[in-house]
């Protein structure tokens, strides 16, 4: 277990790792509540990196403000699923964008409301699960998420089909994941991560439980083509995949990402789509 962690392993008395499937109800569960206990360190240690009015897609450093996947923002209506504490929606919104930001934990959200208020940029929070959305069919222009939900849910063709439902024809798309290819190595940012250990192929979740075997976090794992086939199944074009190379410079390590990994294999999928008009 990481110190990264510690205090939500301990608040939720994590015993152990399990290779077991783990439904949707027991997903959803889990990560809300290993959320709600990891908020306050993720911030203490990711805050000042993914600031609080800044849109950064991944832990290489990529900000929409130069690569600019979702196009011109002014006047859309954009939805940022997995928002945590939003500081990619109230980037937006400083851009004249109209935002709303989703996540399933209460802790995250408490940490986007105090963000709200020390930036004077106020966008609408909304507490749901992403293969729930509780938005009207056609609400949005746009949807986004930067590492937010998609790993953490146990179907992720509803949630394809949920932003699918809730765009408009023609809406974008864009996400990024952690590299699918990242699941065979384990999760070390040092040279024990460089050595194969499980099957790409291995679609079992990552499952970590309490004394009495209840899941307190879980995460899922797709291989690329599974996410094109569950974007191509809900309307869903692929544009553009995109995986970063690590900066030249960048030293930052963030949990398994390092230069020492990065420099030899992607950490980040950032996969562009667009809805059938």
Known sequence: MSNQHAS????????????RGADAAESRLAN????????DDYHETHG????AADFVWCPEGLREDETHFLGEV???????????????????????????????SAGMLRHAREHNDSTGIQVPLVQASADQLPFAD???????????????VADVQEVFSEIARVLK?????????????????????????LTVTQSYFDRTPYVEVDGEGHAVYVEHHRTLGDYVRALTNTGFTLED??????????????????PLRGKLFPGTAIFRTRLAS
């Open 48 to 51: 000042d990196f993914l600031g």
């Open 241 to 258: 995949l995109v995986e970063p190379e690590w900066p030249q410079g960048h030293t930052r390590i963030w949990g398994q990402w390092s």
């Open 169 to 193: 024809p023609g809406g974008d798309w864009v996400f990024a994941v952690n590299h699918p290819m990242r699941w065979i190595f384990p999760d070390d940012p040092g040279p024990l991560g």
């Open 74 to 104: 002014a006047g859309r209506n954009i939805l940022e699923v997995g928002c945590g504490s939003a500081p990619c929606a109230r980037w937006l919104k400083a851009n004249k964008a109209n935002v709303t930001a989703l996540d399933i």
């Open 32 to 39: 809300r509540v290993w959320w709600d206990a990891d908020a």
């Open 8 to 19: 939500a392993e301990q608040a939720l008395g994590t015993a152990g790792i399990v290779k």
């Open 138 to 152: 056609g609400s949005f222009d746009a949807a986004c998420s930067a590492f937010g939900a998609v790993p953490f």
